[in-house]
């Protein structure tokens, strides 16, 4: 399977624990997201990568979260300090962009990893 | 504001009946415009991508429209089967952006038999 593939697909953790998903974006895919999706609601963006350069990250990102992508294809998302409100599925996208936009690429989503922390 | 609204929020249909799901934006200028398919707790799948200039594009069963004057966008799906049971999502990427999507809250669609 040559698809965007995620690791863990689920985890349960203690509150206060760390936790790091992996990441392992299509072959050759220079641009890799990270969202992270609550039951009913749309996908919300974390961050993204153009090869291994962290390109933009949302304020949703607090100090706690932390994303890396250290040779431009596979990338880690980690969490430290868990909390509740972090128990989410946390999906991971890539497309391979050309130019400055997105413009007409396909987005590949992965199938998620979920959070949930007790 | 940039705003993604679909409706209905959900549609309940028999199996092999058509159906139309809508998405209203109001994101000024677009560069292009996604339907995604998301089965529940799976990651979204890519169903068609449009660019502005576009106004239809199909994937087998599935056709989307565009209407960048009105900026309207429909999802029609024929022949619906028991596997198209599941949320179908409008995706907005502003013109010039090269990360932002703005996602509408999806259309829940349950087929039955």
């Known amino acids: 399977d040559t698809g965007v593939s995620q690791d863990p697909r689920h985890k349960i953790t203690k509150r206060g624990q760390n936790v790091t998903f992996r990441c392992d974006p299509i072959s050759e895919h220079n641009r890799l997201y990270w969202y992270r999706q609550t039951l009913g609601q749309g996908p919300e963006f974390l961050t993204y990568?153009?090869?291994?350069?962290?390109?933009?990250k949302s304020r949703l990102l607090s100090d706690r979260f932390s994303a890396e992508r250290p040779k431009g294809s596979f990338s880690t998302l980690e969490i430290q300090r868990t909390e509740q409100g972090d128990s989410a599925m946390y999906l991971c996208?890539?497309?391979?962009?050309?130019?400055?936009?997105?413009?007409?690429?396909?987005?590949?989503f992965g199938e998620g990893s979920w959070l949930t922390v007790v | 504001k940039n705003q993604v609204e679909q409706s209905p929020q959900s549609l309940i249909i028999l199996e092999g009946k058509n159906c139309t799901l809508q998405?209203?934006?109001?994101?000024?200028?677009?560069?292009?415009l996604r339907w995604y398919k998301q089965d529940t707790g799976r990651g979204p799948v890519s169903l068609t991508i449009m660019t502005f200039s576009e106004n239809t594009k199909s994937n087998g069963r599935y056709t989307a429209t565009l209407d960048a004057d009105t900026k309207q966008s429909s999802l029609h799906i024929t022949a619906s089967q028991l596997s198209d049971s599941a949320s179908y999502i409008c995706v907005v990427s502003p013109f010039g952006s090269n990360y932002q999507l703005i996602w509408g809250a999806g259309t829940k669609l349950i087929i039955k038999p």
């Open positions: 990568f153009q090869n291994e350069a962290q390109l933009e």
């Open positions: 996208a890539s497309s391979l962009a050309q130019g400055d936009t997105n413009s007409g690429n396909t987005i590949y």
């Open positions: 998405c209203n934006y109001t994101v000024s200028p677009f560069s292009n």
